[in-house]
């Protein structure tokens, strides 16, 4: 099985390169799993469609998010580059279903999607008003053919509740519930080498969150002020990774989706 980073989406959210420098310009990370002849995708970033017409698509939040035009980044068109096929990425999974997450569902229509229950309940049938922005009718309008997966399955992985052994995906790919950032937050970790790679998604945005002992930069605290729907919440769960790289650093690795240094890291150059 090989594992692979896309960057499937670049927002360049107004006025951050003065007060948030670090997420002045935010990727869109995500999985590729390569298992046989099917493929895999963790989150979706953007889709075709919303690269044709982001603010449309995205919703008024866009003003202000700024996602950069460019199809290439698409994971569709980054799948055609590397001579593989859309047909066969059998499944997606969604950490949650932000339309920076979500946008790209559409491209793949024939894929199973897995979520959480509350992910999915609540992205389709938004019972706020910040969830009706965040949520993007026009990402689901397809008809994905969820896969919606109901609490834990009471085992654990690294002292997390989780869900193993998925009917199928790989017995690789374990979901590890992650609420805050929404409801039905969830992150997802791939075994592959000698270790794991534990997707947080939204759980943390800037590597400088992770640092032990030390506040989060001020801009990205207030950034998490906005953008988790139940901020003590996310903030639990961040410290609950903190905790898991304290202890288990020699095994884990984190990717989160936004997250500028990681990008850098692994691209070698700015986003
Ligand atoms: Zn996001």
Redesign the pocket.
Known sequence: MEVSVLNCGTMRPRGARFLVPRMSASP?LCLLIEEADRLILVDSGLGTMDMEDPTGRLGFSNVLLNAERDPGLTALRQLRGRGLHPEQVTDIICTHL?R??AGGLPDFPDARVHVLRPEHDHALDPPSRRERERYRRCHFAHGPRWEVHEGTSGEDWFGFNCIRNIEGLPSEVVLVPLPGHTLGHCGVAVRYGQGWLFHCG?SYYARAELAVGQKAPAGVRAFRSVAHLDRSCALRQLERIKGLLAAHGSEVATIA??DQAEYVKRFGRAP
């Open positions: 869109c932000d920076d997450h939204d989706s936004h």
